[in-house]
């Protein structure tokens, strides 16, 4: 260890002012820091700090991805065996799922980092922790059969557009990950949506449970519907389903939502919120179902939960604290018009079977208004105070 | 009498604790006066190096306004007149002679007091040079004898980690301290609020005449300036609040009972790093090494105050005037290796990032590592639980960042102080010093008049 902190201290000086290396200081420091802790200390009151800092919450956040990261890697090899009709064999699942889903990882990693990488040095700024999530959230919203081309260029995308024309991290009006899938989304339908690209087998077609009920003619009962397209509320709990890499599985998405919630990284009225709203809206449409009505607004409310991507948008999207409010008041309504819209999307809009990633975003431009009508409120609130008092 | 329960905030429950016992120090070799604390003051001295002083004896008056002056703790001889960057005055060091002999005015009875007009108390105050004990709010500075305040708050408890406990300072000095609030009570039209922690077992608490008692219990900042006011008179644009120390009131009535400026203070010397914790009676400005009776060690920081909001003195500094308080804690700069996937058992955190959240609470050691690097705030939902005050604190924070100062007075800026954003600076993972942010735009509001 004190090797390891002889060595850094040995290179340092090549990165100081004037040195040659000078501009690549924050590379240096993120090594650096990466690799033992900075060792500074305060210079005035208070004296002491505490022991969390942003590189520990967002390894939290890294931690608690992990279950849906493997989850989605298990299931992408699992789903190959079973399309191609083979036996689903456990080592085989791994091992075909890490074929696919590691390389995307490492390519949203490295073309992200190398954009990273650039603004900090030209903007002469540490480098944010915050990418490791950006990261690792990107290619777990992505089909497991996406062109790694594309998932270098939806993760420049979204670093350069979603984050750093904003000035950078804690600045950027939406979130980063969310902006590189809009941008894949639109940019590349064909790999981005459709029946075909679920499953990383050529040529082989399954529509995800969505889009199965949206399919299900008028008054024909849509839980039959997806029975019959081999869907339940078990196996879309459990994720051993076509989607998305991280979004099939809901119980992954829970486990990492309970270690957030109990580490307190992310705030549970957004959560919240978001179910909230989503169970209200699916409620409304499930009390106006009926034999005229699109069979879809049959779908029993908590069912919703579990299928698409609503439950890893929920947990992971959602509570980014910079898009997302910054008022307690503010988080429960952003939540719930989170849920309400992606109902609506899901339910009425005959575009799109899938509503999470609108409507997050769409919410994330509405954020600093909500919060702006929240402190007017407490403004308000304060003179009124006052006003009373001698 | 009303009681306020505070339940924001947090008590950080460091070990080193003072034993509640008073021990007599001798009178410190050397003692100094530091320029810089009277905020809101500039200050000019009235003394050249060598000069002879005695208890009472100006050594700086204000510049804008001269009856202000700050006096000599000691009898002595001025030893030198230190200043910083920009010929900045930061001290006046006083090398005492022993003898304490004072400069004395005629002495009232207690009796006496009720009958002196405004007028004969601010002149007595000021001359006697007791002045600086009385601060304002808005801006936290020396108050200005011009103003006529709202209201006089006085500071009768400390919930600042490892704080003194003022019950042992006032304790047998009812009658004093009485006569204190009834020279405070003539400041000000409306009310003097005593403002008392609910435990407190002094008579003074509870028994004190001519003043408004309040009892306030509660996680740490409920002992704060701030949190009383806020709850009992909160301070309105064009607002002025006087507030004085329990400890100084003492001091106010000792210039009018006997006529002299009283230099005496008790300190709790507390923290880890210190060897013999308990409550001195020591004098203002006493030396650091004084204190801790010559048993300085290396790495260890020595700091005037507690560990939230008092300053940095170092082994051969002095203790602050305002502070009642020494808190030694070792010094950080470890490295460690891969600190962001340490579990935690032994580190101190307000998140429940480590093993040691999840474990009985105790009493903690802790350093003075930042324990990470400056980042840009992406956690803005830590600080309000820390704040007892109806404020917004990210938002203030960042009105003041955007240098909108219009914005940071609705959010209720006049209403804090540095210290109040203590435990934001603490427990904020980015690292950002809230509580200097929100100082820096209180200065630019008091600038801008």
């Known amino acids: ?390 | 009498m009303a009681h306020f329960q505070i339940r924001k905030g947090r008590d950080i429950k460091l070990k080193g604790a003072a034993e509640k016992r008073v021990v007599g120090l001798p009178l410190p070799s050397k003692v100094a006066i530091q320029p810089l604390e009277f905020r809101g003051l500039k200050l000019r001295p009235a003394v050249k190096e060598q000069d002879l002083v005695k208890v009472g004896s100006v050594l700086l008056t204000d510049k804008y306004n001269p009856d202000i002056r700050i006096v000599s703790p000691v009898s002595g001889k001025v030893a030198a007149i230190v200043r910083g960057e920009k010929r900045v005055l930061t001290a006046v060091i006083i090398d005492t002679d022993g003898r304490q002999e004072a400069t004395i005015y005629p002495p009232y009875s207690k009796d006496k007091i009720g009958n002196l007009s405004r007028e004969e108390i601010l002149s007595r105050l000021l001359e006697g040079g007791v002045w600086p004990c009385i601060r304002q709010r808005p801006f936290s500075k020396v108050a200005n004898p011009h103003d006529t305040p709202k209201a006089v708050f006085v500071q009768a408890m400390n919930t600042e980690p490892l704080a003194p406990d003022i019950d042992v300072i006032l304790k047998g000095r009812e009658e004093e301290f009485q006569a204190g609030l009834d020279v405070l009570r003539k400041l000000t039209p409306g009310d003097v609020h005593l403002c008392c922690d609910a435990k407190a077992t002094s008579p003074v608490s509870s028994q004190s005449k001519n003043v408004r008692i309040h009892q306030f219990s509660g996680p740490h900042p409920a002992g704060n300036v701030s949190t009383h006011i806020h709850h009992i008179a909160p301070i309105k644009k064009g607002d002025i609040v006087w507030y004085v120390r329990a400890e100084d009131v003492l001091r106010v009535a000792a210039l009018f009972l006997k006529g002299v400026f009283s230099p005496e203070r008790y300190v709790a010397i507390t923290g880890e790093g210190a060897d013999r914790r308990l409550y001195a009676k020591t004098v203002v400005g006493a030396s650091v090494s004084s204190l801790l009776e010559g048993k300085l060690k290396a790495d260890m920081r020595y700091i005037s105050g507690s560990i939230l909001v008092g300053t940095n003195a170092g082994q051969q500094g002095y203790l602050g005037f305002y502070d009642s308080q020494i808190t030694v804690i070792p010094e950080g700069g470890k490295r460690h290796l891969l600190g962001w996937l340490n579990p935690g058992f032994k580190s101190y955190s307000f998140s429940k990032t480590f093993v040691s959240s999840f474990l009985p609470q105790q009493e903690v050691s802790v350093d003075t590592d930042i324990n990470g690097s400056e980042r840009a705030i992406v956690l803005n939902h830590v600080y309000d639980q820390y704040v007892p005050l109806d404020i917004m604190t990210f938002f203030l924070l960042r009105a003041v960042v955007a240098g909108d100062i219009e914005e940071a007075e609705k959010l209720g800026i006049l209403e804090c102080d540095e210290e109040d954003f203590a435990l934001c600076s603490f427990a904020c993972p980015s690292k950002v010093d809230v509580g200097a942010v929100i100082r820096g735009g209180l200065d630019e509001i008091e600038k801008e008049g």
């Open chain 1, 1 to 390: 260890m004190k090797l390891l902190e002889k060595q850094l201290k040995k290179i340092e000086h090549l990165f100081e002012k004037g040195k040659p290396l000078e501009k690549f200081y924050p590379l240096f420091e993120a090594l650096d820091t990466f690799l033992m802790t900075p060792g500074k200390v305060t210079q005035r009151g208070p004296h002491i700090r505490d022991a969390v800092d942003i590189k520990r919450v967002m390894v939290f956040v890294i931690i608690a991805l992990i279950p849906t990261t493997l989850m989605g890697i298990y299931n992408a090899g699992y789903q190959i065996l079973v399309a191609k009709g083979l036996s689903a064999d456990f080592g085989q699942c791994w091992l075909l799922g890490a074929q696919k889903i590691i390389p995307i990882i490492l390519v949203s990693y490295l073309a992200g980092g190398v954009w990273e990488v650039l603004f900090a040095v030209v903007r002469k700024h540490e480098i944010n922790e915050g990418f490791l999530v950006t990261g690792l959230l990107f290619p777990l919203t992505l089909p497991p059969d996406m062109p790694l081309w594309q998932v270098a260029v939806g993760i420049s995308f979204g670093v350069v557009f979603g984050k750093e024309i904003f000035g950078g991290t804690g600045m950027n009006i939406f979130n980063p990950a969310l902006v590189a899938r809009a941008f894949v989304f639109f940019a590349y339908p064909a790999q981005m949506s459709g029946s075909n690209i679920w499953v990383a087998v050529d040529g082989f077609t399954r529509a995800t449970p969505l889009a199965v009920a949206k399919e299900i003619a008028k008054g024909q009962p849509v839980l039959q519907g997806l029975q019959d397209a081999g869907y339940n509320l078990s196996n879309m709990f459990y994720g051993f389903i076509p989607g998305s890499i991280g979004e099939t599985s809901a119980l992954a998405c829970v486990i990492g939502l309970i270690f957030l919630l109990i580490t307190g990284v992310a705030s549970w009225r957004t959560v919240a919120g978001s179910v909230f709203g989503m169970l209200a809206m699916a409620s409304v449409f499930y009390l106006l179902r009926g034999p005229d009505k699109l069979a879809i607004f049959a779908l029993p409310p908590h069912w919703h939960l579990v299928m698409g991507g609503f439950a890893f948008g929920a947990v992971f999207m959602v509570t980014d604290p910079v898009s997302s409010c910054y008022t307690d008041a503010g988080r429960w309504i952003f939540g719930f018009l989170v849920g309400v819209l992606t109902i609506l999307i899901r339910v009425v809009n005959p575009a799109y079977p899938e509503g999470v990633m609108l409507s997050i975003l769409f919410m994330n431009a509405f954020a600093p208004l909500i919060d702006h009508f929240v402190v007017e409120a407490h403004i308000g609130k304060r003179q009124k105070f006052l006003s009373k008092t001698i």
